[in-house]
C-alpha cells in the first residue's frame, strides 16, 4: 500500500473518532435534562432491560386513552346531528361546501395536533375522515340534506370515500385512525333510518376494515367493524317497513337474510385467510362474535318468516361451522379456533333440536348428539367439543322429565351415553393437540361419571316400586361400583360412595319407621349384602395391593 494512501486512511479513521466522541457528548447532555414542567399525573414509561413493569396509572390511562376516544365519539355524533337537522336549510352548494370544509377543517387540526400529540392528533383526525364518509352518505340519503338523487352515482360516491379512508390510514400505517374512521362512520349510518343503501354502505365498511385484518393483521378495527354492522343490523331486523311501506314481508325477510349471510362469509374469510398470524385470543373472539352474530340475528329473521324454516337454518348453519373448522384445519389455524369452529357447530345442532322435535323424540335427539360430540371429542382430541357433548347430554338427562312414558330406555341410553364418552379410545389428529389431561382431564370425568350416576339411579327408581326406592337406590350404587371396579375408574366408584351415603340416610330416617315389616326386612337384608360384597372387593383389593 503506498504512502499517500496510508495516510488517508489514518485521517478517515482519526475523522470517525471525533465523529463518534461528539455523539456520545450529546447523548450525554440529552439524557442529564430534567424536564421543565412536570405533568399532572405519572407518564408510564418503558421499563429497562431487566426492570419490572410498572402497573398502568389508571388515572393517566382513563385521560389518555378513553376521554380522547369517548369525546371524538360524541362529537361526531353532535356534528351529524347539526347537518341532519339544520343543513336543509341552506342552499345546495353550501350543504356540499359546508360538510365538507367542516370535515376537512377536522382532519387538518388533527394532522397538526399529532406532530406534537402523535396518537391524540390520530384520533382527531379518524373523526374528520369520518365525518367526510357521513356527508357523503348524507347527501343522497337524509332526505333534508339530499343533493344527489341518483342512487348508484350515490354508491359509487360512498365507495371511494371508503377507499380513500383506506388508502390514508394505510400510508400513515396507523390502526388508530382506521378504527375510529370506520368505527364511527358505521356508527353515524344508524343515527337515521336504515335501509337497503345503509345496509350496502355498511357492508362496504366493513369489507375495509376485512382489509386491515388481512393485510396488516389489525384485531381491533375489524373487531369493532363486527360488533358495528350487526348492531346497525339489529336495528333494522326491528324495523319491518325499513325498505317501503307496503313491500311484502317475505322479500324483506329474504333480503335481510342475504345481508347477514353476506356478514358472515365475509368476516369468515378474513378470518381463515391467515389465521396462523392472529393471536389466538383475537381468533377467538372473531369466531365467536361472528356466530352469535349470525345465529341470533338469524334465528329471528327466519323465525319471522315462519317455524318450519328454523331447523333448516340451523342445520345449515351448523354445516357451515363445520365447513368452517375444515378451512381453519386446512389453513393451519390454532387447535384453538378448530375447535371453537367443531363445538359451536355441534351446539348450533343441539339448538335447533327443539324447532324440529318433541318430548321423547327431543330427548333422543338431543342423546344421540351428545354422544355423537362427546365421542367425536375424545377421538379428534377436541376438549372443547367434549365439553359440548357432555353437557348437552345433561341437557337431555335434564328434559327426561318432559316424555309421559319410556323413560326407563332412555335413562339407560343416557348411562351408556356417559360411560361410552368417558371411555372413548383417544386417536389424536395431527393439527389438534391431545385429549386434556390431569385437572382438565378429571374434571371431564368425574362429569360423566356423575352423569351415569344420576341416570342410573332414576333408571332404577323408573323400575323399582314406589316402596323400595330405597332399595332401589342401593342398586344403584352396587352398579356404580361394579361398572368402576370392571373398568378400572374410581370417579364411578366415588359417586357410588355418594350414592350409598344418601341410601343410607334415607335408610335411617326415612324408612326405619315408615316402611311396612316386610320390606324394612327386605330392604335391610338386600342392602347389607350389597354393602359386605362391595367391602369385601375393597378387603381383596387391598390385600393385593400389600
Given amino acids: 500500500m503506498a504512502e499517500g494512501d496510508t495516510q ?59 376521554l380522547s ?114 368505527f364511527l362512520g358505521l356508527r353515524t349510518g344508524m343515527l337515521s333510518d336504515i335501509t337497503l343503501f345503509t345496509l350496502m354502505s355498511t357492508t362496504m365498511l366493513a369489507s375495509g376494515a376485512l382489509f386491515f385484518l388481512v393485510k396488516n393483521r389489525w384485531v381491533l378495527v375489524p373487531l369493532s367493524s363486527l360488533v358495528a ?16 311501506p307496503g313491500q311484502p314481508d317475505s322479500e324483506r325477510l329474504a333480503l335481510s337474510l342475504a345481508f347477514l349471510a353476506l356478514y358472515y362469509f365475509i368476516f369468515s374469510v378474513a378470518l381463515l385467510v391467515h389465521p396462523r398470524e392472529l393471536s389466538r385470543r383475537a381468533a377467538l373472539s372473531f369466531a365467536l362474535l361472528n356466530w352469535v352474530g349470525m345465529l341470533t340475528l338469524g334465528a329471528v329473521e327466519v323465525s319471522r318468516w315462519g317455524e318450519s324454516h ?68 375424545r377421538v379428534l382430541g377436541a376438549g372443547a367439543l367434549q365439553v359440548v357433548g357432555v353437557s348437552i347430554l345433561y341437557v337431555a338427562l335434564g328434559a327426561t322429565w318432559l316424555p309421559p312414558s319410556g323413560r326407563a330406555l332412555l335413562y339407560a341410553a343416557l348411562v351408556v351415553g356417559f360411560t361410552l364418552v368417558e371411555r372413548s379410545a383417544v386417536v389424536p389428529m395431527d393439527r389438534l393437540p391431545p385429549p386434556p389431561e390431569g385437572r382438565r382431564r378429571d374434571t371431564l370425568q368425574f362429569f360423566c361419571a356423575a352423569g351415569a350416576g344420576l341416570a342410573l339411579v332414576w333408571l332404577v327408581g323408573e323400575l323399582m316400586p314406589s316402596d323400595l326406592t330405597t332399595l332401589g337406590w342401593g342398586v344403584a350404587a352396587f352398579g356404580l361400583f361394579a361398572l368402576g371396579f370392571a373398568v378400572r375408574e374410581r370417579w364411578y366408584r366415588l359417586v357410588g360412595l355418594a350414592v350409598l351415603t344418601f341410601t343410607l340416610g334415607r335408610l335411617l330416617f326415612v324408612d326405619l319407621s315408615g316402611l311396612p315389616p316386610n320390606q324394612r326386612i327386605l330392604t335391610f337384608i338386600l342392602l347389607g349384602v350389597m354393602l359386605l360384597a362391595v367391602s369385601y372387593v375393597y378387603t381383596r383389593l387391598r390385600g393385593h395391593r400389600r
Avoid: C
Fill in 8 to 66: 488517508d486512511l489514518r485521517e478517515v479513521v482519526r475523522r470517525l473518532e471525533e465523529t463518534v466522541s461528539r455523539l456520545e457528548t450529546r447523548i450525554e447532555r440529552l439524557e442529564t435534562v430534567a424536564p421543565a414542567r412536570p405533568l399532572p399525573f405519572p407518564v408510564a414509561r418503558a421499563p429497562a432491560p431487566g426492570e419490572p413493569e410498572e402497573k398502568r396509572d389508571l388515572e393517566a390511562h382513563l385521560g389518555t386513552y378513553w
Fill in 69 to 182: 376516544r369517548v369525546g371524538i365519539v360524541a362529537l361526531i355524533i353532535g356534528f351529524a346531528f347539526l347537518i341532519i337537522y339544520h343543513f336543509g336549510e341552506l342552499g345546495v352548494l353550501a350543504r356540499v361546501g359546508a360538510g365538507y370544509l367542516l370535515s376537512g377543517g377536522l382532519a387538518a387540526l388533527g394532522h397538526w395536533l399529532s406532530r406534537r400529540h402523535q396518537v391524540f392528533g390520530q384520533i382527531i383526525f379518524g373523526g374528520g375522515l369520518a365525518l367526510s364518509y357521513f356527508v357523503t352518505y348524507a347527501l343522497h340519503f337524509v332526505p333534508a340534506v339530499r343533493v344527489i338523487e341518483n342512487e348508484p352515482l350515490a354508491l359509487v360516491l360512498l365507495a371511494m370515500n371508503v377507499v380513500g379512508i383506506i388508502v390514508i390510514a394505510q400510508r400513515m400505517q396507523s390502526e388508530t385512525v382506521a378504527g375510529i374512521a370506520l
Fill in 229 to 244: 354492522v350487526y348492531s346497525t343490523h339489529v336495528i333494522w331486523a326491528m324495523r319491518t317497513d325499513a325498505i317501503a
Fill in 310 to 377: 328454523l331447523f333448516a337454518f340451523f342445520v345449515a348453519l351448523a354445516l357451515a361451522q363445520g365447513a368452517g373448522a375444515a378451512v381453519a384445519n386446512w389453513r393451519g389455524a390454532a387447535p384453538g379456533v378448530i375447535q371453537a369452529f367443531l363445538a359451536t357447530s355441534i351446539l348450533t345442532l343441539a339448538l335447533g333440536l327443539p324447532s324440529q322435535y318433541e318430548d321423547t323424540a327431543l330427548v333422543w335427539a338431543w342423546t344421540a348428539v351428545g354422544l355423537v360430540a362427546g365421542v367425536a371429542g
